[in-house]
């Protein structure tokens, strides 16, 4: 059992789990706390959310006796990544703030699954443009394998082994190919990720052998509620690393993205770019476009080019 540490002392830890204003702290030897944030918490992390799950604070202890809170945030180390949504300010509604999801992640796990619902190369195409913005890690996985095991299914992914995003393929019905998912999220902060019903919740409670993500809810050590409202959780893996189930990408804020920078996002776009014609091609209309010669040519996969053009469509000029 970990003992508690002397009254007043500072330690190190990250955040696992948000509640309200209330933090579920994990110190560096795995010591849990509750803690909260006060008036003079510091961060330079600007004008988003002031802590978020996955973000590394240092902690000040307080005397416990029978108070709820174990802690204060004193600092809140500068983020490396955050993953974000925009959220009406209640008070304020034509006003957004920009609310992290979760912090310092190391990679996102796009989860589709090959049936039910069926495959989307596009959403996947989704996906990949957002993790190339925050220049996240991606590891995409292919879940209900044992609903259409078929060579459609792994010739719709041939794109993406040739791009170099790695790829699992899985079933957490029948347990397959969770102990190659299992060593890719060793020692790293995952963000799960995918549509509705695709097996998210499933394969995390694979991982764990158990139902952890129900668990995950209620706090075995407190039993109280200041759990109950939590919205996102990040769980610590049996065999190291932590995963973290977020909300789909319709959630995330994608304001970054816009029609000029997008062509970045697509990484076999980029060697081919500097041959267009006109410096400004919007690599969709254009005469000596490079890129669609590069489709043409089948260089470039025109399954590919289709989502550039489609992600191109549905973004707003303005924005
Ligand atoms: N056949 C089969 N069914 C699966 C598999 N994985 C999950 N399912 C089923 O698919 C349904 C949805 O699974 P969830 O794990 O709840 O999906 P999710 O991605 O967490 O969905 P949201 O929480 O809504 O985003 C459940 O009925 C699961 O039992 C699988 O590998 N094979
Ligand atoms: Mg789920
Ligand atoms: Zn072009």
């Known amino acids: 059992m970990n003992t508690k540490k002397d009254h007043n002392s500072a330690t190190a830890g990250m955040v696992t789990e948000v509640s309200g204003a209330s933090y579920i702290v994990i110190s560096e030897d795995g010591t849990e706390f509750r803690a909260r944030t006060f008036p003079g918490t510091k961060t330079d992390n600007g004008?988003?959310?002031?802590?978020?799950?996955?973000?590394?604070?240092?902690?000040?202890?307080?005397?416990?006796?029978?108070?709820?809170?174990?802690?204060?945030?004193?600092?809140?180390?500068p983020r490396t990544s955050a993953l974000t949504r925009k959220r009406e300010v209640r008070r304020n509604r034509s006003k957004e703030k920009t609310q992290v999801i979760a912090a310092n992640i190391d990679q996102l796990v796009v989860v589709v699954?090959?049936?039910?619902?069926?495959?989307?190369t596009r959403l996947i195409d989704r996906y990949l443009v957002f993790a190339e913005s925050e220049q996240l890690e991606t590891i995409i996985v292919v879940n209900k394998m044992d609903l259409e095991d078929s060579p459609e299914t792994r010739e719709l992914m041939k794109p993406y082994k040739a791009l170099g995003y790695t790829i699992f393929y899985t079933s957490a019905e029948e347990q397959r190919g969770m102990k190659r998912?299992?060593?890719?999220?060793?020692?790293?902060?995952?963000?799960?990720?995918?549509?509705?019903?695709?097996?998210?919740?499933?394969?995390?409670?694979q991982l764990f052998g158990h139902e952890r993500l129900k668990t995950g809810e209620t706090n075995e050590k407190t039993g109280k509620g200041?759990?109950?409202?939590?919205?996102?959780?990040?769980?610590?893996?049996?065999?190291?690393?932590?995963?973290?189930?977020?909300?789909?990408?319709?959630?995330?804020?994608?304001?970054?993205?816009?029609?000029?920078?997008?062509?970045?996002?697509?990484?076999?776009?980029?060697?081919?770019?500097?041959?267009c014609t006109y410096s400004s091609c919007?690599?969709?209309?254009?005469?000596?476009?490079?890129?669609?010669?590069?489709?043409?040519?089948?260089?470039?996969?025109?399954?590919?080019?289709?989502?550039?053009?489609?992600?191109?469509?549905?973004?707003?000029q303005q924005s």
Do not use: W
């Not at 699954?113 to 989307?120: G, H, N, R, V």
């Not at 610590?236 to 973290?244: D, V, W």
């Open 47 to 77: 004008d988003t959310s002031l802590v978020a799950v996955g973000d590394r604070v240092e902690l000040k202890l307080i005397e416990t006796g029978t108070a709820l809170f174990e802690a204060v945030i004193a600092f809140v180390q």
């Open 113 to 120: 699954s090959a049936y039910d619902p069926l495959l989307s």
């Open 181 to 205: 998912l299992k060593k890719a999220l060793a020692g790293k902060l995952s963000a799960f990720s995918g549509h509705s019903g695709v097996g998210k919740s499933t394969l995390i409670n």
């Open 226 to 275: 200041l759990h109950t409202t939590s919205n996102s959780v990040m769980l610590l893996l049996p065999g190291g690393g932590y995963i973290i189930d977020t909300p789909g990408i319709r959630e995330f804020n994608l304001s970054d993205i816009t029609r000029e920078n997008l062509r970045f996002y697509f990484k076999e776009f980029l060697t081919f770019m500097p041959d």
């Open 282 to 316: 919007t690599h969709t209309v254009e005469p000596g476009c490079a890129i669609q010669g590069a489709v043409e040519s089948g260089l470039i996969d025109s399954e590919r080019y289709e989502s550039y053009l489609a992600i191109y469509d549905s973004i707003d």
